[in-house]
């Protein structure tokens, strides 16, 4: 075992603060990173929150992490000491399922072992996810990050780009596609960098007229508000795929007017309570709708990969960790465009303060 710092959760209402936990030193298949930068996902303050009522304390959120590899087990192949790698939302998984040896682990029938807020695979001891100077990873979790790209903009790839990424490419979304990407927030700007990459022609769908023009500086062909009666009626059944970013329940009966027949509209946001879908909606276009969740160690790198060769990476704003607790409340006012990453150079200057 050894000593490392971080940001914890103590509970659901206290602000995160300096916390000092251990680590198990690395195995023969594991690999040991110093954390370079984390990103802020929308659910690490739903967590921190118990939001979702399955928190698990003292939590030390993230999953979008970047860093320098510094001690590789005996049998590591996948990376060596000074290669930049990546983890995201995900640790460890059965590895034996049907799910996992199809390269799906993230659906792993016994369930996946997330990064932070669960529990290390046969033990009672709490996994710490990013907000922390250090971690351990098993190497099969974790993804080789080519220098070429901007580090500190990757970090989010390791969810917000992996969530869009992986339901475009399983609905081989590409060239002579129309598809609408619903929201923009730190999913949907992924969604329609990714989409617009592919070669699709991408609409951002939108109920805010000034996103729509950010849309456009992101790569959007167009924009389509959502509150315009007359502009969501002109365009009903002309939509191959819509990638539906929302992170809350909400009616989704006008966009699945949208679709064309046999189109797909897929569910990356909302993890709660949706409202009545009228089945007519789907039965007159044999349309459907899905739902994905991140995607498996294989198809993650791939996504490392095309971003690499496309230039791809997240609108990000930088912030120390002493200033977490300020940045989950602006979230809240949906205040950052599009993702916060924490610095976390900083890390070892706020615990020292503390």
């Not at 805010?208 to 924009?223: I, T, Y």
């Not at 009966?253 to 189109?263: C, R, T």
């Amino acid at each position: 075992m050894f000593q490392c710092i971080g940001y914890a959760a103590p509970d659901a209402t206290t602000p995160l603060a300096p916390f000092s936990f251990e680590r198990r030193d690395p195995g023969p298949h594991d690999i040991q990173i110093e954390i370079l930068y984390c990103g802020v996902c929308h659910s690490d303050l739903h967590q921190t929150r118990n939001d979702w009522f399955n928190s698990l304390f003292p939590m030390v959120p993230g999953h979008e992490i970047i860093g320098r590899v510094v001690r590789v087990g005996a049998q590591v192949t996948k990376l060596k000491v000074g290669d930049v790698a990546g983890v995201g939302c995900m640790v460890d998984s059965c590895r034996r399922c049907v799910a996992c040896t199809a390269d799906l682990e993230q659906y792993c029938v016994e369930g996946p072992t997330p990064t932070y807020n669960g529990r290390e695979r046969g033990s009672d001891a709490l996994t710490f996810g990013g907000y922390s100077d250090q971690i351990v990873v098993e190497q099969r979790f974790v993804v080789k990050i080519p220098d070429t790209l901007d580090l500190k903009a990757a970090a989010p790839l390791l969810c917000a780009g992996i969530t869009t990424y992986s339901p475009l490419k399983h609905w081989k979304v590409g060239p002579g596609q129309k598809v609408g990407v619903i929201g923009l927030g730190g999913l949907g700007h992924m969604g329609v960098k990714f989409a617009r990459a592919m070669g699709a022609s991408v609409t951002m769908i939108t109920t805010s007229p000034e996103k729509g023009k950010d849309a456009l500086r992101l790569g959007a062909n167009e924009v389509l508000v959502s509150r315009d009666a007359a502009a969501m009626e002109k365009a009903r059944g002309s939509f191959d795929f819509l990638l539906n970013t929302v992170p809350v329940g909400h009616d989704m009966n006008p966009y699945a007017a949208l679709l064309k027949i046999d189109g797909t509209m897929t569910l990356v946001g909302a993890l709660t309570a949706l409202d009545p879908l009228m089945g007519f909606n789907l039965i007159m276009g044999r349309k459907s709708i899905a739902g994905s969740s991140i995607g498996g160690m294989v198809e993650t790198q791939e996504m490392i990969d095309f971003c690499a060769a496309h230039n791809i990476v997240s609108d990000i704003e930088m912030i120390d960790i002493a200033d977490i607790n300020a940045a989950y409340e602006r979230m809240l006012k949906n205040d950052v465009k599009y993702r916060f990453v924490i610095d976390m150079a900083s890390l070892k200057k706020a615990a020292a303060a503390a």
